[in-house]
């Protein structure tokens, strides 16, 4: 079945809500763009790809060192630790940059990933730890914690539905539990008769949220979504607009004031360490819990047993819309890698 390159997107895979005994939306529901959430990054006043982006100046690691959270998502499979790219993207509404780490087979640049990154409001791109960047043939994408991989080459709504994800269970002070697993999230669409797309009717309740949060920030960014004839689902649309507004709303001299303390870096393997390129490593940022100018800096949350099986099933459907071979062991391969990356690549290794 021919699915939009959002319905291949894969945030945290739903609980049982406890709601009628649905654990996503009615499969009677109507959908409002049957042709995907992708709708809504052109058309009337450029679309969500038109939003404007926060200025930014970036550096580029030395090769060598990685931080862990990459290192460990590259030796799952996506790509080889020696062929990451890794850059601090310092945006001018944030003294503290972005960590990206790219692949450098991925299809999108850094260019791109720096500009989509930066369209992502200050108050909402607060929330999120580590951008990762890896290959394949069709969109695909994963919240997982407070880190979101994009897998192909994605459109901006996708970078808003994953950062959706993150906010979902971070930002609304519900502790790491996603609000939309909760049970009132469900309550809120059965009161209506449609959801965003097939792929939020098709998904558990994190998906019609994460499209949902899409929609809000077409309607706080670019022009009203009641504009669009959303009233079929205007109870979802009123909560994720009340929820969310405020968080996806480009505003004027908006800045941060709240972060993840990041990861130490790691060796990339044996090869950067003989050649010299890991000397006492790196850490980056402030420390836990510390306060610097105003901004708190916070421990990343270590996710429950359940969140992690959650993130863990939808790594893996992601990996397989995207193209990846899954293995029995949970990690992936990409068709012809060992013909395409580097030779030597390590494997567990970690200094």
Not at 37 to 49: C, F, K, P, Q, R
């Amino acid at each position: 079945m021919q699915l939009s390159a959002t319905a291949l997107l894969f945030g945290a895979i739903s609980l049982a809500s406890g709601v009628m005994g649905q654990d996503k939306p009615p499969a009677n529901f109507g959908v409002k763009f049957t042709n995907g959430i992708e709708v809504l990054n052109t058309g009337v006043n450029g679309g969500l790809s038109a939003v404007p982006g926060s200025s930014y100046t970036r550096t580029r690691w030395a090769w060598g060192t990685i931080p862990r959270t990459c290192y460990n998502q590259a030796v799952e499979g996506y790509c080889n630790p020696y062929d990451m790219e890794i850059y601090d993207v310092k945006y001018s509404d944030c003294g503290t940059p972005v960590t990206i780490c790219r692949c450098n087979n991925a299809p999108m640049t850094i260019n791109q990933l720096s500009d989509a990154i930066g369209k992502l409001p200050v108050k909402g791109r607060q929330w999120a730890l580590y951008f990762s960047h890896f290959t394949g043939n069709s969109c695909s994408a994963w919240a997982a914690g407070v880190n979101i991989a994009i897998l192909g080459n994605c459109q901006q709504s996708a970078v808003f539905h994953e950062l959706t994800h993150v906010l979902d269970s971070y930002a609304l002070n519900t502790n790491g539990q996603a609000y939309s697993r909760q049970g009132e999230w469900a309550q809120i669409v059965l009161k209506g008769s449609c959801v965003a797309t097939y792929y939020a009717r098709g998904s558990g309740w994190p998906e019609s949220y994460a499209e949902a949060g899409v929609m809000t920030a077409y309607h706080v960014n670019v022009r009203s979504i009641w504009d669009l004839d959303v009233g079929c689902m205007a109870d979802q649309m009123g909560k994720n607009i009340e929820q969310l507004g405020g968080i996806l709303k480009r505003q004027s001299g908006a800045t941060c004031n709240r972060l993840w303390a990041k990861d130490p870096a790691v060796c990339m393997g044996p090869a950067a360490r003989d050649a010299g390129n890991c000397p006492g490593l790196r850490r980056d940022v402030a420390a836990p819990s510390a306060s610097a100018g105003g901004i708190m800096v916070e421990v990343p949350p270590v996710l429950a047993p359940e969140e992690q099986k959650i993130a863990e099933e939808e790594k893996v459907e992601a990996a397989k819309v995207a193209g990846y071979l899954v293995n029995k062991n949970g990690t992936v391969t990409w068709p012809e890698a060992e013909a395409k990356r580097s030779t030597g690549a390590p494997k567990g290794f970690m200094a």
